[in-house]
């Protein structure tokens, strides 16, 4: 057989083990030994937390996310002032030779 290797990336594997993870707890519950009643409710349960930390989790993101812009808009600035300081020196340098070849 060939051994291929199979590349997956982290998004895709974290996203297939919250799914199956999804899954096995419903089944769960669908088939527990409650009544329709308690079922529901602890469904419900269940479904509030976890939109609770779904988007306590999308606040951490964004909030990283934020810094990381903000880190790359810092970088850029600092990248930018180097490279006009560079393009002012090489003018110098070209004006100064220019007057010292053509004089």
Avoid: W, Y
């Amino acid at each position: 057989m060939d051994n291929q290797e199979t590349k997956c990336s982290a998004p895709a594997v974290a996203l297939a083990f919250l799914g199956g993870a999804v899954a096995g707890v419903v089944a769960g519950l669908l088939l527990a030994p409650k009544s329709g009643d308690e079922t529901r409710r602890a469904l419900k349960g269940h479904a509030r937390r976890a939109e609770e930390e779904v988007l306590e989790r999308a606040k951490e993101a964004r909030a990283a996310l934020d810094e990381t812009i903000e880190r790359g808009k810092h970088f850029i600035a600092a990248k930018t002032a180097d490279v006009e300081a560079a393009v002012k020196a090489g003018r110098e340098s070209m004006k100064d030779k220019m007057d010292t070849c053509c004089n």
